[in-house]
């Protein structure tokens, strides 16, 4: 069936780097955008960007710009990535990856479980 | 950017309808689309294209967008429900996705 497998929880000290994935299966990887999706604790929803995966072009969400977040894909593994830099205390949350629907492309039809990174001294 | 307003929460008892509301300025121009999330669990697609269901959505969830405000209807409502319920659309002027701020549904 149709899925996305992420990675385990994280815990990270701040000013290192975490990089969570996504795994997909069901269905053609490269037909379907990728986006990805934070939760903070306690909070709603919040989206950081995407990615497409046909080219790889990136687009990182007006709060989420900067040279911290980086979005990437392994095709043959049919695999997206979230890479987090100098991570802070602040990015603290759980990650979602979500495929965007192939013919609209606006709205997520498929949601990973979600990766939990926590950021502590 | 754009801006989607929800209630925080809405209380309903057992067998009754819950109504979402996420406001928008003119938001009748543009596609709504719902989320689900129960504690501790992912999201879920509830409502798409305004009113459309995906498969294995109860007919109990309904949707409709009119003027400023899109809403979510919940009939016959079920414990199974409670639930934070999120809208979202993507602004086409910036292609940014939106999130509402998410309603929390108690079951009374």
């Known amino acids: 069936q149709v899925q996305l497998v992420q990675s385990g929880s994280e815990l990270k000290k701040p000013g290192a780097s975490v990089k969570v994935s996504c795994k997909a299966s069901?269905?053609?990887?490269?037909?379907?955008?990728v986006n990805w999706v934070r939760q903070a604790p306690g909070q709603g929803l919040e989206w950081m960007g995407w990615?497409?995966?046909?080219?790889?072009?990136?687009?990182y969400a007006p709060g989420f710009t900067g040279r911290r977040l980086v979005f990437s894909l392994d095709t043959s593994a049919s695999t997206a990535f979230l890479q987090i830099n100098s991570l802070k205390a602040e990015d603290t949350a759980v990650y979602y990856c979500?495929?965007?629907?192939?013919?609209?492309?606006?709205?997520?039809?498929?949601w990973g479980k979600g990766t939990t990174v926590t950021v502590s001294s | 950017s754009y801006v989607l307003t929800q209630p925080p929460s809405v209380s309903v008892a057992p067998g009754k309808t819950a109504k979402i509301t996420c406001g928008g300025n003119n938001i009748e121009t543009k596609t709504v689309h719902w989320y689900q999330q129960k504690p501790g669990q992912a999201p879920v697609l509830v409502i798409y294209f305004d009113r459309d269901r995906p498969s294995g959505i109860p007919e109990r969830f309904s949707g409709s967008n009119s003027g400023n405000t899109a809403t979510l209807t919940i009939t016959r409502v079920e414990t199974g429900d409670e639930a934070d319920y999120y809208c979202?659309?993507?602004?086409?002027?910036?292609?940014?996705?939106?999130f509402g701020g998410g309603t929390k549904l108690t079951v009374l």
């Open positions: 069901g269905y053609t990887f490269t037909r379907h955008a």
């Open positions: 979202q659309l993507l602004d086409s002027s910036d292609h940014n996705w939106v």
């Open positions: 979500a495929r965007v629907d192939y013919g609209s492309g606006i709205f997520m039809d498929v």
């Open positions: 990615i497409k995966t046909d080219t790889g072009n990136p687009k």
